[in-house]
């Protein structure tokens, strides 16, 4: 085919409502029931084989973790090191695709979640890492549709980006995949952020490993499910479940790495890069290192803040998802003007908050994601009981006898350094200090927020007095990537609000933007002469 092609404007995917007998609620509880009747062998796929081995490890859903969902085949070193062999032979074919065909692919996937895969993938998002349906919802479906289709629309526009040409020459811009493999590492909370972290080099041409987080394996499996039915040839993305260590090993001492995109803990990246420059000389090229990392995400109000949309936003912000959002709000810093009025909101709202599985759909609030995260959680709830300059304002209950339930949690600290003011905790607990508006003034507090923490990836300001939000915006213009005025500081959406921070929160690479597609390419400038010189002279060498 010869033509210069545009694909179609893409739009943000609608969110469903899963009313009472709507035919999505209907579907996304057939589905429900037919997962949970049955256990699934789930395989790795290396090259387009499903490769099976000696090791199956088994897999709950939190809320109910004596419920078996599935076994997955744990891989080895020699696993990985097929998975990078069949990466690089996938290569040449792949990045030599007319472009407008792996679009199609990949648009093709994302028409495909939207329809015949929404309910299985929601399905099995809300099973095996304890979302309800609406957080489902958001991710597993909208958001990862908005990322395919979005990306495939970056795509065009970075290759239709072109120098200038001067009189008789025509320069162009070619835009190659980069030199090797890439390793996507994917986390738990987000099947939009598994999905994306392998398709988005992907879709540029290049081959990847992908090793997903063993608690999102379950529903990783759905996404290559579609990615096969959707076309993406063998070997383009090859889904291992390995250790961090042996995929450290193997990985990052290959002379083919070519990058890694990475969204996970901040001390897993700061080893991760530091593997990487130990073992630069071994490299063909510098791996691009594209990572989104941890957060201590604030709310900070000014006394002019409306109480009930902050209450609001500070239930929504801190405990959607059991506060198991990287963009959570975690720290919030209150007016003692207001502060009675926003906490009697706040507990009223908490008081009608419900707790459970989510295949029961009146819960608002599921399961944190597994024992070792609801001992972390516990522990930092434990000690603040203990601590006389501590109020525990609501929650603080713990049991983890039928899943990891732990309740909304609102601590109050009379100590703005405390340590749950400053340590990312990952789960449903938020910390309070309320400052004395009348002795302290809220530049004083913007300081307070901007030097707390060592990370920047999303914060708030609640304010109505327009100069106290333009005072915020400036002096916390490096505290986060994503910064929201009157808003809760989650939900980013595609194509919306670009995300990703930079400090210890990662490397503001942008997901859902044209930003972030530019990592996975490496340009090569071509000039092409149309008459060349055939004489070496030049004229200033003559004289009159």
Same mark, same amino acid.
């Given at each position: 085919?010869?033509?210069?092609?545009?694909?179609?404007?893409?739009?943000?995917?609608?969110?469903?409502?899963?009313?009472?007998?709507?035919?999505?609620?209907? =579907?996304?509880?057939?589905?429900?029931?037919?997962?949970?009747?049955?256990?699934?062998?789930?395989?790795?796929?290396?090259?387009?084989?499903?490769?099976?081995?000696?090791?199956?490890?088994?897999?709950?859903?939190?809320?109910?973790?004596?419920?078996?969902?599935?076994?997955?085949?744990?891989? *080895?070193?020699?696993?990985?090191?097929?998975?990078?062999? =069949?990466?690089?032979?996938?290569?040449?074919?792949?990045?030599?695709?007319?472009?407008?065909?792996?679009?199609? #692919?990949?648009?093709?996937?994302?028409?495909?979640?939207?329809?015949?895969?929404?309910?299985?993938?929601?399905?099995?998002?809300?099973?095996?890492?304890?979302?309800?349906?609406?957080?489902?919802?958001?991710?597993?479906?909208?958001?990862?549709?908005?990322?395919?289709?979005?990306?495939?629309?970056?795509?065009?526009?970075?290759?239709?980006?072109?120098?200038?040409?001067?009189?008789?020459?025509?320069?162009?811009?070619?835009?190659?995949?980069?030199?090797?493999?890439?390793?996507?590492?994917?986390?738990?909370?987000?099947?939009?952020?598994?999905?994306?972290?392998?398709?988005?080099?992907?879709?540029?041409?290049?081959?990847?490993?992908?090793?997903?987080?063993?608690?999102?394996?379950?529903?990783?499996?759905?996404?290559?499910?579609?990615?096969?039915?959707?076309?993406?040839?063998?070997?383009?993305?090859?889904?291992?479940?390995?250790?961090?260590?042996?995929?450290?090993?193997?990985?990052?001492?290959?002379?083919?790495?070519?990058?890694?995109?990475?969204?996970?803990?901040?001390?897993?990246?700061?080893?991760?890069?530091?593997? #990487?420059?130990?073992?630069?000389?071994?490299?063909?090229?510098?791996?691009?290192?594209?990572?989104?990392?941890?957060?201590?995400?604030?709310?900070?109000?000014?006394?002019?803040?409306?109480?009930?949309?902050?209450?609001?936003?500070?239930?929504? *912000?801190?405990?959607?998802?059991?506060?198991?959002?990287?963009?959570?709000?975690?720290?919030?810093?209150?007016?003692?003007?207001?502060?009675?009025?926003?906490?009697?909101?706040?507990?009223?709202?908490?008081?009608?908050?419900?707790?459970?599985?989510?295949?029961?759909?009146?819960?608002?609030?599921?399961?944190?994601?597994?024992?070792?995260?609801? +001992?972390? #959680?516990?522990?930092?709830?434990?000690?603040?009981?203990?601590?006389?300059?501590?109020? #525990?304002?609501?929650?603080?209950?713990? +049991?983890?006898?039928?899943?990891?339930?732990?309740?909304?949690?609102?601590?109050?600290?009379?100590?703005?350094?405390?340590?749950?003011?400053?340590?990312?905790?990952?789960?449903?607990?938020?910390?309070?200090?309320?400052?004395?508006?009348?002795?302290?003034?809220?530049?004083?507090?913007?300081?307070?927020?901007?030097?707390?923490?060592?990370?920047?990836?999303?914060? =708030?300001?609640?304010?109505?007095?327009?100069?106290?939000?333009?005072?915020?915006?400036?002096?916390?213009?490096?505290?986060?990537?994503?910064?929201?005025?009157?808003?809760?500081?989650?939900?980013?959406?595609?194509?919306?609000?670009?995300?990703?921070?930079?400090? =210890?929160?990662?490397?503001? +690479?942008?997901? *859902?933007?044209?930003?972030?597609?530019?990592?996975?390419?490496?340009?090569?400038?071509?000039?092409?002469?149309?008459?060349?010189?055939?004489?070496?002279?030049?004229?200033?060498?003559?004289?009159?």
């Amino acid at each position: 085919m010869i033509g210069i092609f545009s694909l179609p404007t893409p739009h943000n995917e609608p969110i469903l409502s899963y009313a009472p007998n709507s035919p999505e609620k209907i =579907a996304l509880k057939k589905a429900l029931a037919e997962a949970k009747s049955q256990e699934l062998d789930i395989p790795m796929y290396i090259g387009g084989a499903e490769v099976r081995t000696d090791k199956k490890v088994r897999l709950a859903p939190p809320h109910e973790h004596k419920h078996t969902l599935a076994y997955y085949h744990k891989g *080895g070193k020699d696993d990985l090191e097929l998975a990078i062999t =069949a990466a690089l032979n996938a290569k040449h074919d792949w990045e030599n695709m007319p472009w407008e065909h792996r679009a199609s #692919i990949f648009l093709k996937a994302a028409d495909l979640i939207a329809t015949k895969y929404r309910a299985k993938l929601n399905a099995a998002t809300m099973l095996g890492q304890s979302k309800s349906a609406f957080q489902a919802e958001i991710d597993s479906a909208c958001e990862f549709i908005d990322f395919l289709r979005f990306n495939v629309k970056f795509m065009e526009q970075i290759y239709a980006q072109q120098p200038i040409s001067g009189a008789g020459m025509w320069n162009r811009m070619e835009y190659r995949a980069l030199e090797g493999f890439v390793f996507a590492l994917t986390p738990f909370n987000f099947t939009a952020i598994a999905g994306n972290l392998p398709t988005a080099p992907a879709m540029m041409g290049n081959c990847i490993v992908w090793k997903p987080s063993e608690t999102q394996i379950y529903s990783a499996n759905v996404l290559m499910e579609v990615f096969k039915e959707a076309g993406v040839p063998d070997g383009v993305i090859n889904l291992v479940y390995v250790d961090g260590k042996t995929a450290g090993e193997v990985i990052f001492s290959h002379k083919d790495f070519a990058g890694i995109h990475f969204t996970g803990s901040t001390g897993v990246f700061q080893n991760i890069w530091q593997s #990487i420059g130990n073992n630069i000389a071994k490299y063909k090229s510098y791996p691009r290192i594209v990572g989104e990392t941890g957060g201590k995400d604030f709310v900070v109000a000014h006394l002019s803040a409306a109480p009930k949309a902050l209450a609001t936003a500070l239930v929504r *912000g801190a405990f959607e998802y059991q506060g198991q959002k990287c963009s959570a709000a975690s720290r919030a810093y209150i007016p003692a003007s207001l502060w009675e009025e926003v906490k009697n909101y706040m507990l009223a709202d908490l008081k009608e908050i419900k707790m459970g599985s989510v295949e029961d759909f009146t819960c608002f609030f599921n399961a944190v994601i597994d024992e070792k995260s609801f +001992d972390k #959680i516990s522990s930092y709830i434990e000690d603040a009981k203990k601590n006389p300059l501590v109020e #525990i304002i609501a929650g603080g209950k713990c +049991d983890k006898s039928v899943g990891y339930f732990i309740e909304p949690t609102v601590l109050q600290v009379q100590d703005p350094m405390y340590v749950t003011m400053c340590e990312e905790i990952f789960g449903p607990v938020l910390t309070v200090y309320v400052y004395n508006d009348n002795a302290t003034s809220f530049e004083d507090i913007l300081y307070l927020v901007n030097e707390t923490s060592p990370y920047a990836l999303t914060g =708030a300001v609640f304010a109505q007095d327009r100069y106290a939000i333009e005072l915020a915006s400036k002096m916390l213009r490096h505290a986060a990537g994503n910064f929201y005025i009157n808003d809760k500081p989650t939900g980013a959406v595609v194509g919306q609000q670009p995300f990703g921070g930079g400090r =210890a929160s990662g490397t503001n +690479d942008k997901a *859902g933007s044209i930003l972030n597609l530019l990592r996975w390419i490496s340009a090569r400038t071509i000039k092409e002469t149309l008459v060349p010189p055939t004489d070496y002279k030049y004229p200033f060498m003559l004289e009159e």
